[in-house]
């Protein structure tokens, strides 16, 4: 009779956690959306689909909201799926285990008495499960911290919370560590008691298991302790460097001790200055006689080399400038041209002409100070009776009242007929 | 008698470099031999000069021996020549530190790679402009406008100066030698020396 219960409550479980682990499956991205932004839509999800959720405890309404949320022991399942350290808890609660274990070694022994071998099968098959339990709870822990500490608290993004998030995963090692306290060997050895199965279950096997994790999680710790200090240095060096050049930029004039003067000099202070050891060619060894000939050979023909490229720069630079004084040479040729020209117009024309007005008319590209210049040189390098034949006028006049510079800003001149 | 091998490496600390696992690492390596340390120590001896290390021993350089007038005033001058340098050098620390978004302050054997910080600069307004007061420090002294330019010139500045390394000149990566540590213990130094109240201003500093 209990026998086709047990079964009955067996198929029925294992029913309903197949159809309630399709369930997650099929909404596997609604939920792990979820997951990820802390909320669910109830649009998200049809009623039916809600429903049935709700109901297999995947998630739930916390408030009148519309909002939906995972459960946590979902939230857990998926922080364990994909190992994200910032949501993942670490149950270090040993006695409960403890004391279940206790509880069904206790069932065993009842039924064993009783003479009831399959509820006896049922309650071994309970305490290893519990044993499992136990021993697996520690392995997910250690894998966990573990994880933390090679990604470097990577999943935090500030030194600060690293540190916060360090100092969080010590403690659970203590707890862990403790919790490992609690499991009294002597006690299960008497629990084992003239069992050989329960003994290899609770003894053996367990105290191989405890000790490996127990050296596991002593590593752990020893390797989250260095890399906190890692942390800490690395705060303080940031803070020092942050800060001193925060006081630097408030007191520009800061200076400080006189400290090559004091009778001891910090040694970070003492710094050499450098001295290069120079060396020259010297004749005093006649074995290296042949060593300095080579090399002054080699001198020779480099020195030729250069020689030669030095002289084609120098040819190209002679073109150059060649070509630059041609340019300016040209240029000159065309303003005494424009101021012969000038003074033909003058001759064509009745009345006086102005230099400058004349410079704007042909619309010449002289400055107008060269031009006149030019016009000056033109006339004075006439022969004299020819400037006789013109009426120069200078309009001129002093720089300002107190310099006396007289400055010409115009010429006109006129032919005399 | 001194082993002709630590020519090439008396010569370099006599040059006033700096020697540490990054910039030599074997000749770093021989120097923590003690016996070396003290064979070299007995050569430089005639040249007021003896081998000097960091309180870490990460760094090895020379001091002078006997501190005369003539040693204490070049030290004096070098002092302030550090000082005039120390406050463009900890704002381009703090300037990687915010544009590679790392926990810690550049190290003696990080890398830098120029273009991901030029990359990096240029998304961010608030980085081109520390950049740009940077590259116009005198220290520094860039007369470039663009980032490109700016970034090449005070990696150049840092690679003279022995903070930086570049293992292939033409190629723009850096790495972080051991200078960069004794420059952070001389600040630390400073520090405690001339009592600078820089831990009260704790609050101030999270608030930012």
């Known amino acids: 009779m209990a026998q086709t219960n047990d079964e009955q409550l067996l198929s029925n479980v294992f029913d309903v956690g197949v159809e309630r682990l399709k369930l997650i499956g099929n909404h596997a991205q609604v939920l792990m959306q979820g997951y990820l932004s802390g909320g669910i839509e109830a649009s998200a999800l049809s009623e039916q689909a809600l429903k049935k959720l709700i109901n297999a405890r995947v998630i739930y309404q916390p408030d009148d909201s519309h909002e939906l949320k995972l459960r946590h022991p979902v939230t857990q399942l998926i922080a364990a799926l994909v190992t994200d350290e910032s949501r993942r808890q670490v149950n270090a609660d040993i006695a409960d285990k403890l004391q279940s274990i206790r509880g069904f070694v206790q069932g065993f022994r009842e039924a064993q008495r009783s003479g009831d071998v399959i509820r006896a099968d049922n309650q071994l098959q309970r305490t290893e499960e519990a044993v499992y339990d136990l021993t697996s709870q520690f392995e997910e822990a250690i894998f966990s911290l573990w994880h933390r500490l090679n990604s470097n608290f990577g999943f935090v993004s500030n030194l600060s919370d690293k540190i916060r998030e360090n100092s969080r995963a010590q403690q659970q090692i203590r707890r862990l560590i403790e919790g490992l306290s609690l499991i009294d060997f002597d006690e299960l050895i008497e629990l084992a008691e003239g069992n050989p199965t329960l003994r290899k279950l609770l003894v053996t096997k367990l105290q191989a298991q405890i000790n490996g994790h127990h050296g596991s999680l002593l590593e752990v710790q020893k390797r989250l302790v260095e890399l906190m200090t890692r942390f800490r240095e690395q705060q303080e060096r940031s803070l020092l460097v942050t800060r001193m050049a925060g006081f630097l930029r408030e007191h520009p004039g800061f200076t400080v001790g006189d400290y090559a003067y004091r009778s001891r000099v910090p040694t970070l202070i003492n710094q050499a200055t450098a001295i290069i050891p120079a060396a020259a060619v010297a004749l005093d060894r006649r074995d290296q006689h042949t060593d300095i000939a080579s090399m002054v050979h080699g001198l020779y023909k480099e020195l030729a080399i250069r020689a030669k490229t030095n002289d084609a720069d120098s040819n190209t630079q002679a073109v150059d400038n060649r070509e630059q004084q041609q340019a300016v040479e040209a240029r000159q040729q065309q303003l005494k041209h424009d101021a012969m020209q000038y003074f033909i117009a003058v001759c064509d024309s009745e009345a006086p002409l102005s230099a400058l007005d004349y410079l704007y008319q042909q619309s010449l590209e002289w400055p107008a100070e060269a031009w006149l210049f030019q016009v000056i040189g033109e006339y004075n390098s006439l022969p004299r009776h020819e400037q006789k034949l013109f009426n120069i006028e200078r309009s001129e006049q002093p720089l300002s009242r107190y310099n006396q510079v007289i400055v010409i800003e115009d010429i006109t001149l006129s032919f005399n007929t | ?208």
Not at chain 2, 37 to 45: E, F, H, P, Q, V
Not at chain 2, 82 to 95: A, D, F, I, N, R
Not at chain 2, 167 to 179: A, C, Q
């Open chain 2, 1 to 208: 008698m001194i082993s002709p091998v630590y020519g090439p490496l008396i010569e370099k600390l006599l040059a006033g470099e700096f020697i540490c696992a990054i910039t030599d690492e074997a000749h770093f390596t021989k120097l923590q031999d003690e016996q070396t340390r003290d064979n070299i120590d007995a050569y430089l001896k005639p040249l007021n000069r003896r081998l000097a290390a960091n309180d870490e021993g990460s760094v090895y350089f020379l001091a002078y021996r006997d501190l005369d007038d003539d040693a204490r005033e070049r030290l004096k001058q070098q002092l302030s020549v550090v000082m005039g340098s120390m406050l463009p050098l900890l704002e381009w620390l703090t300037y990687i530190q915010e544009a590679m978004g790392s926990d810690g302050i550049l190290t003696a054997g990080d890398t830098l790679k120029l273009q991901e910080l030029t990359v990096k600069t240029e998304d961010n307004p608030s980085l081109r402009q520390r950049l740009q007061s940077l590259a116009n420090d005198r220290f520094f002294n860039s007369q470039s406008d663009a980032v490109d330019g700016q970034a090449k010139q005070v990696a150049k500045r840092l690679v003279e100066h022995g903070y930086l390394l570049q293992p292939h000149t033409n190629r723009l990566y850096f790495i972080v030698t051991g200078k960069i540590d004794f420059l952070l213990e001389l600040v630390r130094f400073i520090k405690d020396e001339e009592n600078i109240p820089l831990d009260e201003t704790t609050s101030q500093a999270e608030l930012l």
